[in-house]
């Protein structure tokens, strides 16, 4: 009775360490799973929900415009960011008259909280980069105030697929 014993807990003990292995790897190599801490992709994202999205999204395929990706801050990589991908490599983007446009063309956004108040750019997308912007336009630091204006794409950590409201409790 004690041998059996033995070997069923020790069973267990091998499926929970498998379970906890497996669920480390699909977090560190497969998901992400991201809080958004500010306003600035309202009213898609809201403050403080979270993302979960997939970390080999672009593995063998490029972002495309309209994408939300996760990615490190360029100004301070110890910081990631997430942002509406907008401005393609080799694009040109600019605002002017509270619209995005690319390559002089206006870009239809239904997704935006508001029209940029601020005109900017242009800006010229470099091979292998990305223009980003938040869809609260007026309240998003992003590539129009960075110092490194461009996302890399071998710096992009994962495309976002799912939102969900932020669990208070989960933080504790």
Do not use: H, Q
């Amino acid at each position: 009775m004690g041998r059996k014993l033995l070997k069923e807990v020790a069973g267990w003990i091998l499926l929970f360490l498998i379970a906890i292995g497996s669920a480390k790897l699909i977090n560190e190599y497969v998901l992400l799973n991201v809080k958004v801490p500010s306003s600035s992709m309202e009213n898609t994202i809201m403050t403080d929900d979270r993302v979960i999205g997939l970390r080999c999204a672009y593995l063998f395929s490029e972002p495309e415009r309209g994408d939300i990706v996760v990615f490190p801050y360029p100004d301070d990589e110890n910081v990631d960011f997430i942002k509406r991908v907008i401005g393609l490599p080799g694009e040109t983007v600019e605002g002017k008259d509270g619209l995005v446009y690319i390559d002089g063309k206006p870009l239809d956004e239904e997704y935006v909280k508001d029209a940029i108040a601020k005109d900017f750019g242009p800006y010229e997308v470099p091979k292998n980069c990305y223009f980003m912007m938040g869809d609260n336009r007026n309240d998003s630091k992003d590539s129009r105030y960075w110092d490194s204006k461009y996302v890399k794409k071998n710096t992009i950590k994962g495309k976002a697929y799912f939102k969900y409201p932020n669990f208070a409790w989960l933080d504790k």
